[in-house]
C-alpha cells in the first residue's frame, strides 16, 4: 500500500512502513554534509546512499554549481547554501 505525507512516499509491507525521501531531501542533506567539505565515502555514509546514487546526484548537484569539487572534497557552494535555505523554508 503506497501513502505519501509531504515530500515523503511511505510503503507499507505486511505491517512495515518504509519512507522513502524526496529528491529534494537527498540533495538537501548531501549540501547538509558537504558544506564544510567531505569526500564523497563520508557523503555516502552520512546521506545513507550507494555509491552509483550518490554519484548520480554528485555529477547533477556539480553541474548545477550547488557544489564544487576541490582536491578530493566536495565543498556547497554560496549556491548551494541559497538553495539549501529555500529548501527548508518550503518545508515550512
Not at 14 to 30: H, K, L, N
Not at 38 to 47: D, P, R, S, W
Not at 48 to 53: D, T
Request: aromatic share 10%.
Amino acid at each position: 500500500m503506497w501513502g505519501s505525507c509531504r515530500d515523503y512516499f511511505y510503503i507499507n509491507w505486511g505491517g512495515v512502513s518504509i519512507r522513502r525521501r524526496s529528491r529534494t531531501d537527498i540533495v538537501e542533506d548531501i549540501l547538509r554534509v558537504a558544506t564544510n567539505g567531505a569526500k564523497k565515502t563520508h557523503i555516502v555514509y552520512e546521506v545513507n546512499l550507494n555509491f552509483n546514487i550518490a554519484q548520480k546526484y554528485l555529477e547533477m548537484l556539480n553541474e548545477k554549481e550547488l557544489i564544487r569539487h576541490e582536491n578530493g572534497l566536495f565543498i556547497t557552494t554560496d549556491k548551494g547554501k541559497v538553495f539549501q535555505e529555500m529548501a527548508k523554508e518550503l518545508k515550512l
